[in-house]
């Protein structure tokens, strides 16, 4: 019914840059909450940044200052900057879209990987 496709992952030196990119497809209301969360191996999944469709954002405390969220509605589509990254960022993210109160939807994730 709905189905959310990451891309931009892959390998990167530490205070290096990348996008993800996350498209929406399907039938999903409009008043929504799209997002990231990233996992480790062996860690919990944990959220990275959130936008609602007005553009309240919501990060944690560890990407603040150098993650930055943002979604284009016309696509149905949310971003992450991501910039000085480090080995710690290392993880598979994956895109969350959340109708609250009623429904939410993952995609399949893209690996993210900061290492010399």
């Known amino acids: 019914q709905v189905q959310l496709v990451e891309s931009g992952g892959g390998l990167v030196q530490p205070g290096g840059s990348l996008r993800l990119s996350c498209a929406a497809s399907g039938r999903f209301f409009s008043s929504n909450v799209m997002g990231w969360y990233r996992q480790a191996p062996g860690k919990q999944r944990e959220l990275v940044a959130s936008?609602?469709?007005?553009?309240?954002?919501n990060y944690d405390d560890s990407v603040k200052g150098r993650f930055s969220i943002s979604r284009d509605n016309a696509k149905n589509t949310v971003y992450l900057q991501m910039n000085s990254l480090k080995p710690e960022d290392t993880a598979v993210y994956y895109c969350?879209?959340?109708?609250?109160?009623?429904?939410?939807?993952w995609g399949k994730g893209t690996l993210v990987t900061v290492s010399s």
């Open positions: 936008i609602s469709r007005a553009g309240n954002t």
């Open positions: 969350n879209l959340v109708v609250p109160g009623t429904r939410e939807y």
